[in-house]
């Protein structure tokens, strides 16, 4: 009777374990980004330093000696900044960046392939 009973609270200490181990990682799977991000990229030799706002939704960086500061806008797939003619587009670790002509909402021509520094 103790070994069924010793049994029985090994299985059941396990299943918990499981369960709050699960119920950790899907908890931190749907955390947040952090309000401010700054990542460094190059951009064909070009260096680039991006700080996203998440609380304000834009992103800023210098290209061609020109500060910019895009808005958030929808993308399909990973993060679209839009705006002064310029699109800034992230998926990933790679981001895009491509000139918009007036009009237009999204980008045609791009200027550079970005990766993110390491």
Excluded at 53 to 81: C, W
Excluded at 88 to 101: H, I, N, Q, R
Aim: hydrophobic share 40%; charged share 20%.
């Amino acid at each position: 009777m103790i070994i069924r009973i010793s049994g029985l609270l090994t299985v059941l200490a396990l299943i918990a374990g499981v369960g709050a181990g699960a119920f950790a990682q899907s908890s931190s799977m749907g955390a947040a980004p952090p309000a401010k991000q700054k990542v460094r990229y190059d951009c064909a030799g070009l260096k680039v330093i991006a700080y996203y706002d998440n609380v304000k939704n834009h992103v800023s960086f210098i290209y061609g000696d020109k500060h910019y500061q895009l808005p958030k806008v929808k993308a399909a797939d990973g993060a679209r900044y839009l705006g002064k003619g310029l699109e800034w587009w992230e998926k990933g670790s790679a981001v895009t960046l491509s000139s918009v002509d007036p009009g237009a909402t999204t980008g045609d021509t791009v200027l550079a392939n970005c990766t993110a520094a390491k």
